[in-house]
């Protein structure tokens, strides 16, 4: 085959051609999905409601916004810069919001809904239940998950929906767990104890 001003043929390279596809294919999936790359922007606030910041924020990286209860609350005078992801993160953490995002969409609630859930495993299994929480929300509010080994397990603190994905992604693991739902509000603790 000749090409342009090349007078000899270029030969084929047949086990390089996997790889370039292959790499062709990854280059394509970076570019189209958010969870690959989030790509960088600078959103300046002078004065908005909260819930219009995450949904501009949401839009200008094409992600989907999945809010649960009622967003309360004013930004102002703010620049926000970086990937869009880390960004609304940040966000959610400054104004006390709970984040969580699972690869396709992004699920925000303000903290009042926010429930604690530990359940309880053998020392064991803190760490693969831990990578089960980070397989199925790869980024999320800092302390949604976390093992403890004074209680024995694992302890959830996020939305009840949060919550029922990561235990039933522990579940898979097989194990024999008790799970002690702690609610906190108004200072009032309520708990419950449940065998799965």
């Known amino acids: 085959m000749n090409i342009g001003m090349f007078k000899r043929p270029i030969p084929a390279f ?3 051609r996997t790889t370039i596809g292959f790499g062709l294919i990854l280059a394509s999936l970076w570019s189209i999905h958010p969870s690959f790359a989030s790509e960088k922007i600078v959103y300046r606030v002078v004065r908005q409601p909260v819930a219009q910041v995450f949904n501009a924020l949401a839009e200008l990286n094409n992600i ?5 209860g009622s967003m309360e609350g004013t930004v102002e005078n703010k620049v926000f810069s970086g ?8 966000l959610a953490n400054q104004t ?3 984040f969580a995002y699972d690869g396709v969409k992004i699920t925000l609630s303000p903290v009042d809904q926010v429930q604690t859930l530990v359940i309880s495993l053998p020392d064991a299994m803190h760490k693969r239940a831990v990578i089960v929480a980070d397989s199925l929300f790869p980024l999320r509010t800092d302390n949604a998950v976390e093992a403890s080994v004074e209680l024995g397990g ?3 603190r996020g939305t009840p929906e949060f919550n029922a994905a990561v235990q ?3 579940q898979q693991l097989n194990i024999k767990s008790d799970v002690k739902i702690v609610q906190i509000k108004s200072g009032v603790k309520s708990e419950v104890t449940a065998s799965q």
């Open 154 to 156: 694992i302890i959830l």
């Open 14 to 16: 047949p086990k390089y």
């Open 83 to 90: 990937d869009g992801l880390t960004t609304i993160k940040t």
């Open 168 to 170: 039933a992604g522990i």
């Open 96 to 98: 006390r919001y709970f």
């Open 64 to 68: 989907p916004l999945s809010v649960s």
